[in-house]
């Protein structure tokens, strides 16, 4: 197989299941050996643009495809919108079973000429098609609908449309006769029914090693697919296993400062609220904030991540004198994110250093008395299942968001331990947190591992290597 066939594979393998897209481009380029070649417009009976029409969600009219309802190889029909039309244009936008929407434009050029195949409900349903798309109806005296089907979702298919792509106003089309131009192996249909049953097997995960109806040409290729349907598997036992980790890892030093403040022998420590340990709790400024870098950076809650700051994606204020040193951050104040979701509310971070920043309206600033309360060690204990679990319990849910406001984040109560023994604990979490940020590099680099092992298996297979 080519190149430009081994890198439509690799491109496909990041959306598909590597054995199918494995397995679509080898039989294909098997069959091109023995088989008549037809173009895509001669195996089919007709082909149509969809219509145009307002949508709606009423259920008033007619279901309407889109190319959203492309689920694999087949259309799901649950989730469509509707649309009305005259009478006289429905016959002519209606679909049937066993023809086949490509889509047409898309903001992605991925998606542009992808295929499946619509199988019609038993639900009295007419269903049309929208202007995005293009419906092909195969000529079943030539081509199977699920042969032609899987022929389009195929490395050879998707090679092709990337070529007959142009772009207008901001979308991507395709170029309907340079698609239907390109050219598809049709062996008889007892072969296509061979071909469509295995490749339907393997995309269901109902493969079996062992699949004796194939020619000898495809058997030598059944071969390599099942290698590669082996290795997948692997690597998909390895990412469940890394995500498991990266899951552990990410829990790890929560739960270590959930066992050390939840022990019942540190009763000797003093039962407190936040506010206790709190010399100023202030919320931001709401001022828009824009991207003109002459500005004083404000921090917002997207900056606030995994109980760290992170000082990219900043956007500016420009904000009178006596406002600027009301927001100014200072070396030890904790920011919290007082509205988010019902699993994020609450998150905090401390900020470090004494560049001049500001703070935006959805954070608090909390500035502790020092002689008292180590910052590090109190964000840490906010982010921990310890003050997630009461941000959950005391949030204020709003339409679509939790907020926690400043008299409930005073109220955490906390069981403080003296400054000394702070300060170990803090030690002590730094050295654990140094560990599991070694652990993450690691699990970082075997995902670009992961990442690349697929791709190589598919450009050896279709170099013949494998």
């Known amino acids: 197989m080519s190149n430009y066939l081994a890198n439509a594979a ?3 393998s990041k959306r598909e299941s590597a054995p199918v897209v494995s397995a679509t481009g080898l039989f294909f380029q098997s069959l091109n050996t023995f088989s008549p070649k037809m173009s895509l417009k001669d195996v089919v009976e007709s082909y149509k643009g969809g219509t145009w029409g307002e949508e709606s969600t009423s259920g008033l009219g007619y279901p309407i495809l889109r190319s959203s309802d492309m689920r694999g190889k087949k259309i799901d029909v649950s989730n469509v919108t509707w649309c009305s039309l005259p009478e006289t244009n429905v016959e002519s936008f209606a679909m049937r079973s066993g023809d086949i929407l490509i889509t047409k434009s898309s903001g992605s050029s991925d998606l542009v000429g992808k295929a499946a195949l619509f199988v ?29 089907a899987w022929f389009l979702r195929s490395p050879q298919s998707s090679a092709w449309r990337y070529e007959t792509q142009q772009t207008a106003v901001g979308l991507r089309n395709l170029q309907t006769q340079e698609f239907l131009k390109q050219e598809l192996p049709v062996p008889d249909k007892a072969l296509q029914q061979i071909v469509v049953s295995y490749l339907d097997a393997l995309d269901s995960g109902t493969f079996e090693i062992e699949y004796l109806n194939l020619p000898p040409v495809l058997k030598e290729q059944h071969q390599i697919i099942a290698r590669i349907e082996a290795i997948a598997r692997r690597v998909e036992e390895a990412w469940g296993l890394r995500e498991k980790a990266v899951e552990e890892t990410k829990m790890f030093v929560g739960r270590t400062i959930a066992e050390i403040f939840g022990d019942p022998l540190k009763a000797t420590w003093s039962d407190i609220v936040l506010g206790d340990i709190t010399t100023e709790v202030r919320y931001g400024t709401s001022e828009k904030a824009n991207d003109d870098s002459d500005g004083i950076p404000v921090l917002r809650m997207g900056n606030i991540q995994n109980g760290k700051l992170s000082l990219s994606d900043l956007k500016y204020l420009h904000l009178p004198k006596d406002e600027v040193e009301r927001l100014k951050l200072r070396d030890g104040d904790i920011l919290v994110n007082r509205t988010n979701s019902a699993e994020l509310v609450g998150k905090c971070a401390v900020f470090e250093g004494d560049s001049e920043y500001v703070y935006a309206s959805y954070i608090i600033r909390l500035r502790l008395d020092l002689q008292r309360a180590i910052p590090k060690l109190i964000s840490a204990v906010i982010n ?51 560990k599991v940020d070694e652990l993450k590099r690691l699990q970082a680099q075997t995902q670009e591992e992961l990442n690349a092992l697929m791709p190589s298996v598919l450009a050896k297979a279709f170099a013949g290597e494998l």
Request: hydrophobic share 35%; aromatic share 8%; proline share 8%.
């Open 10 to 12: 690799i491109s496909l």
């Open 120 to 148: 019609e409900p038993d639900d009295g349903n007419t269903y049309l098609f929208s202007n995005f798309t293009l419906r092909l109806r195969p000529d079943t005296q030539k081509v199977l609908p699920e042969y032609l």
């Open 384 to 434: 921990s299942p310890i003050g997630r679990q009461y941000m959950f319990n005391e949030r204020k849910q709003m339409t679509g968001q939790a907020n926690v406001n400043s008299e409930k984040l005073k109220a955490l109560p906390l069981r403080l331990p003296p400054l000394d023994e702070q300060q170990r604990i803090v030690a002590y979490l730094d050295g654990l947190q140094a």
